[in-house]
């Protein structure tokens, strides 16, 4: 059942779905995010682009001084038995 589900999610994930809001962030994250971004709605994956590029220069910077910043998962404490 695992295989079939990362193979459904792998599918998905390579189909390109390209829509004019994806075109429009894209353009803005690469001309250097100047004036306001396109408007997205907060449940769309465009504004989760928008807020990933507001943020990186602050992950960047706590990447800087903790490289454990960019963890997906905090690391369990090892114990001793």
Known sequence: MIGWAGAVMMEMRSTPQTTAEDAAVTAWIEGGMKGAPPPAA???????RIMRAYLEPARAQ???ADATTMRRYGKLPTSAT
């Not at 907060?42 to 989760?48: D, G, I, K, Y």
């Open 62 to 64: 706590a990447s800087a």
């Open 42 to 48: 907060p449940s769309t994956s465009e504004f989760l």
